[in-house]
């Protein structure tokens, strides 16, 4: 039975979550037992030796995504959603006696609902959000606060969390609804108190159904304690909402500090929630994902990871991490039991903790513990259709009202557009959904500096984006506007994060370094080589930034080696001059967080952060035209792949039946090699000609 859900307590559970949101510190008594019998006999305490499991659930990154529903394509959409996250939440719980469900941030933004609840109708102080209310309805113990959490300003985080934060600007005596969980977050401080935001871990008082030596039932005490860690980035990312409020720490300098103290309250087990995932890096107290060594600070027993969008353990032929120290067999990152279940609600990670206890204290058995995910995703029906475990029937009710306000919102009319806008084909030379940005983008920033930077109204302005959603979802993961009338839900579809447009001063040499970065997208292609080779490499493709003018031109040479790729770079029909300045309209993530691209993305080459996110900038400049064209706003090509005679063919994958969206971008040199590339994920494959 779980820790958290008792048929024979369910008054104190109750008052238990209803606690819990105000909690300074958890120090919290529930009763579990191995049967749902109603005996209100309580078994002695046992003082031999016993054993039990442990299992440690995990959510991550939902991003707002309760219902299997995209806002986007007004449609339902089965891969993914809490609803069906719930399902399997609750077959864990019926499998394991003793649970823990957690949950590791990114959790309040992300999708049209997110956004209504946030900005567009915000939620009184009395109503929780959305996401918080599905929670509710599986008792989640504890959580920890994402990189996405701080997305919409600390007064909107206080609100949600119940009130309580003490840091400037907030009303640290609002008495909110809040989340309904315990929060936990180690590494981030108030500038006012010097101490940390929220509480930086609970220690969870439980009693476990056990086995003692003889096989027989017990019911023995323990503490568990949880503690939080997220992506220091959040300083770069919301610069805006947090610079001077709030600073962070490392990871492993948190965990250093506060892992002896939560020991010295008694906690048997320790679960490390980190809101970042691996990177073979050497550590640094701002790196973005430190799992690798967050895992090797004494005291942890279990992590859950995120972040990262991607899963551990992984069963793949190639598995995402592969580093020093990662088992993806046994499931751990440096012998600590880990897991990171995808994202959106696509996996629930199960971690068994095998514990023993030796007549007072419990410890942690490492050579019996076991990670998996569990996919909602159960596997394909005759005609080769995914199918997906069922949805939890009782999370839906609980948010229709404003699930349904937010479809009306996003389909609020904004104006009408001649061609399908999509970036289908935009890693191979289609512009049609990312002129539009780069459009709206300069626009915006030209009429700011215009008016109120004059120090450089003489610099060229031009604007960068990207395909954020290119794929790596799967074959619906790419943006996909109709030809037909334009609402909002399209424009957020256009720009699927609620970023703020930035302005960065360069020179050309900056630039061709920026692309030089950008051109990681893809892989190196050998001419002469006969066998088949593919083009996208694992470069993310919202990094894919790119230029959509006639006033820049460029060619990429996917035979050279990264570094080496960017050829005839040309501002207005010349060669670019190393040292003309321009000025560049970005987000503030790549001009904040972007030192991977060139050294200025790190915020020093910021001219303006505006308080505009981009989805809004797109909007209104959607509504200023009206008419939206191919001609006018989505044939705009600044660069093609230098021609090149292969051996062999050079594929990629995008979605299924998608070529005449290349027929249509004028990219000729594509054609269709598979229906199904083999992926499992409703891709097909195609053929890029290099030569044409």
Same mark, same amino acid.
Request: proline fraction near 5%; include cysteine.
């Given at each position: 039975?779980?820790?958290?859900?008792?048929?024979?307590?369910?008054?104190?559970?109750?008052?238990?979550?209803?606690?819990?949101?105000?909690?300074?510190?958890?120090?919290?008594?529930?009763?579990?037992?191995?049967?749902?019998?109603?005996?209100?006999?309580?078994?002695?305490?046992?003082?031999?030796?016993?054993?039990?499991?442990?299992?440690?659930?995990?959510?991550?990154?939902?991003?707002?995504?309760?219902?299997?529903?995209?806002?986007?394509?007004?449609?339902?959409?089965?891969?993914?959603?809490?609803?069906?996250?719930?399902?399997?939440?609750?077959?864990?719980?019926?499998?394991?006696?003793?649970?823990?469900?957690?949950?590791?941030?990114?959790?309040?933004?992300?999708?049209?609902?997110?956004?209504?609840?946030?900005?567009?109708?915000?939620?009184?102080?009395?109503?929780?959000?959305?996401?918080?209310?599905?929670?509710?309805?599986?008792?989640?113990?504890?959580?920890?606060?994402?990189?996405?959490?701080?997305?919409?300003?600390?007064?909107?985080?206080?609100?949600?969390?119940?009130?309580?934060?003490?840091?400037?600007?907030?009303?640290?005596?609002?008495?909110?609804?809040?989340?309904?969980?315990?929060?936990?977050?180690?590494?981030?401080?108030?500038?006012?108190?010097?101490?940390?935001?929220?509480?930086?871990?609970?220690?969870?008082?439980?009693?476990?159904?056990?086995?003692?030596?003889?096989?027989?039932?017990?019911?023995?005490?323990?503490?568990?304690?949880?503690?939080?860690?997220?992506?220091?980035?959040?300083?770069?990312?919301?610069?805006?909402?947090?610079?001077?409020?709030?600073? @962070?720490?490392? !990871? *492993?300098?948190?965990?250093?500090?506060? +892992?002896? &103290?939560?020991?010295?309250?008694? /906690?048997?087990?320790? #679960?490390?929630?980190?809101?970042?995932?691996?990177?073979?890096?050497?550590?640094?107290?701002?790196?973005?994902?430190?799992?690798?060594?967050?895992?090797?600070?004494?005291?942890?027993?279990?992590?859950?990871?995120?972040?990262?969008?991607?899963?551990?353990?992984?069963?793949?032929?190639?598995?995402?991490?592969?580093?020093?120290?990662?088992?993806?067999?046994?499931?751990?990152?440096?012998?600590?039991?880990?897991?990171?279940?995808?994202?959106?609600?696509?996996?629930?990670?199960?971690?068994?903790?095998?514990?023993?206890?030796?007549?007072?204290?419990?410890?942690?058995?490492?050579?019996?513990?076991?990670?998996?995910?569990?996919?909602?995703?159960?596997?394909?029906?005759?005609?080769?259709?995914? @199918?997906?475990? !069922? *949805?939890?029937?009782?999370?839906?009710? +609980?948010? &229709?009202?404003?699930?349904?306000? /937010?479809?009306?919102? #996003?389909?609020?009319?904004?104006?009408?557009?001649?061609?399908?806008?999509?970036?289908?084909?935009?890693?191979?030379?289609?512009?049609?959904?990312?002129?539009?940005?780069?459009?709206?983008?300069?626009?915006?920033?030209?009429?700011?500096?215009?008016?109120?930077?004059?120090?450089?109204?003489?610099?060229?302005?031009?604007?960068?984006?990207?395909?954020?959603?290119?794929?790596?979802?799967?074959?619906?993961?790419?943006?996909?506007?109709?030809?037909?009338?334009?609402?909002?839900?399209?424009?957020?579809?256009?720009?699927?994060?609620?970023?703020?447009?930035?302005?960065?001063?360069?020179?050309?040499?900056?630039?061709?370094?920026?692309?030089?970065?950008?051109?990681?997208?893809?892989?190196?292609?050998?001419?002469?080589?006969?066998?088949?080779?593919?083009?996208?490499?694992?470069?993310?493709?919202?990094?894919?930034?790119?230029?959509?003018?006639?006033?820049?031109?460029?060619?990429?040479?996917?035979?050279?080696?990264?570094?080496?790729?960017?050829?005839?770079?040309?501002?207005?029909?010349?060669?670019?001059?190393?040292?003309?300045?321009?000025?560049?309209?970005?987000?503030?993530?790549?001009?904040?967080?972007?030192?991977?691209?060139?050294?200025?993305?790190?915020?020093?080459?910021?001219?303006?952060?505006?308080?505009?996110?981009?989805?809004?900038?797109?909007?209104?400049?959607?509504?200023?035209?009206?008419?939206?064209?191919?001609?006018?706003?989505?044939?705009?090509?600044?660069?093609?792949?230098?021609?090149?005679?292969?051996?062999?063919?050079?594929?990629?994958?995008?979605?299924?039946?998608?070529?005449?969206?290349?027929?249509?971008?004028?990219?000729?040199?594509?054609?269709?090699?598979?229906?199904?590339?083999?992926?499992?994920?409703?891709?097909?494959?195609?053929?890029?000609?290099?030569?044409?």
């Amino acid at each position: 039975m779980p820790l958290s859900n008792l048929p024979t307590l369910q008054s104190l559970l109750l008052s238990r979550r209803l606690a819990l949101s105000v909690l300074a510190s958890a120090a919290l008594v529930a009763a579990c037992g191995g049967s749902d019998s109603n005996d209100s006999t309580t078994p002695p305490v046992a003082s031999q030796p016993a054993t039990a499991t442990l299992a440690v659930l995990e959510t991550t990154d939902l991003h707002f995504n309760v219902r299997s529903y995209d806002y986007f394509k007004l449609a339902e959409d089965a891969s993914y959603g809490f609803e069906r996250t719930a399902t399997l939440v609750r077959a864990a719980r019926k499998e394991f006696a003793n649970t823990l469900l957690v949950d590791n941030g990114d959790t309040i933004q992300g999708t049209a609902l997110a956004d209504y609840e946030a900005e567009v109708a915000k939620i009184p102080c009395t109503q929780q959000l959305s996401m918080y209310k599905a929670m509710g309805a599986l008792g989640f113990d504890a959580g920890t606060l994402g990189n996405h959490e701080f997305n919409y300003g600390l007064p909107f985080l206080n609100q949600v969390l119940g009130g309580g934060l003490d840091v400037d600007g907030v009303d640290k005596a609002l008495k909110c609804a809040g989340n309904g969980f315990p929060m936990a977050l180690s590494n981030v401080y108030s500038s006012k108190t010097k101490q940390p935001l929220v509480q930086p871990y609970v220690i969870l008082e439980r009693k476990i159904a056990a086995k003692d030596k003889d096989g027989k039932a017990v019911e023995l005490p323990i503490k568990i304690g949880v503690i939080g860690f997220t992506t220091p980035g959040i300083m770069n990312w919301d610069k805006r909402y947090l610079e001077g409020k709030l600073y @962070t720490e490392g !990871a *492993v300098e948190s965990a250093q500090k506060y +892992l002896p &103290e939560m020991r010295a309250k008694g /906690a048997d087990v320790v #679960v490390a929630m980190l809101h970042g995932g691996l990177d073979g890096a050497a550590y640094s107290p701002t790196m973005e994902n430190p799992g690798l060594h967050l895992s090797k600070v004494a005291g942890i027993d279990a992590m859950v990871m995120g972040h990262q969008h991607s899963v551990f353990p992984d069963t793949a032929a190639t598995p995402a991490f592969t580093q020093a120290g990662v088992d993806n067999k046994a499931g751990t990152i440096n012998g600590v039991q880990s897991v990171m279940a995808s994202s959106w609600g696509k996996a629930l990670g199960v971690i068994q903790l095998a514990l023993k206890w030796d007549g007072k204290q419990w410890s942690v058995d490492k050579s019996a513990g076991k990670s998996e995910l569990r996919n909602i995703q159960t596997g394909k029906d005759a005609a080769g259709k995914a @199918t997906y475990v !069922a *949805v939890d029937p009782t999370v839906a009710p +609980l948010i &229709e009202s404003q699930h349904q306000a /937010a479809i009306q919102y #996003v389909k609020t009319p904004i104006g009408s557009t001649d061609f399908r806008m999509s970036t289908l084909f935009a890693d191979v030379g289609d512009p049609g959904a990312i002129q539009i940005v780069n459009q709206a983008q300069r626009d915006y920033v030209a009429d700011y500096v215009k008016a109120s930077l004059p120090q450089y109204a003489q610099l060229p302005v031009l604007s960068v984006s990207a395909p954020f959603k290119s794929g790596f979802q799967g074959g619906a993961d790419y943006t996909d506007v109709a030809v037909g009338p334009l609402a909002i839900y399209n424009a957020a579809d256009l720009y699927l994060y609620p970023n703020t447009v930035y302005a960065v001063k360069v020179n050309g040499a900056d630039i061709k370094d920026w692309l030089e970065a950008a051109a990681k997208r893809f892989n190196q292609i050998d001419p002469a080589k006969t066998g088949e080779q593919q083009l996208i490499s694992t470069f993310p493709g919202y990094n894919f930034d790119m230029f959509t003018t006639a006033d820049v031109q460029y060619e990429i040479d996917v035979t050279q080696p990264v570094g080496s790729r960017i050829r005839n770079l040309q501002y207005l029909g010349k060669a670019i001059d190393p040292a003309q300045e321009f000025v560049i309209a970005t987000n503030n993530y790549r001009a904040t967080s972007g030192k991977s691209f060139i050294a200025k993305l790190d915020g020093s080459s910021a001219i303006w952060a505006s308080p505009d996110a981009n989805r809004d900038v797109v909007i209104g400049y959607v509504r200023k035209k009206g008419s939206i064209t191919r001609a006018a706003n989505g044939a705009a090509k600044s660069w093609r792949f230098t021609k090149v005679a292969t051996s062999a063919n050079v594929v990629f994958s995008s979605g299924a039946n998608a070529l005449p969206v290349a027929q249509a971008a004028g990219l000729a040199n594509i054609s269709l090699v598979a229906a199904d590339d083999g992926s499992g994920k409703g891709t097909s494959k195609y053929r890029l000609d290099l030569s044409k």
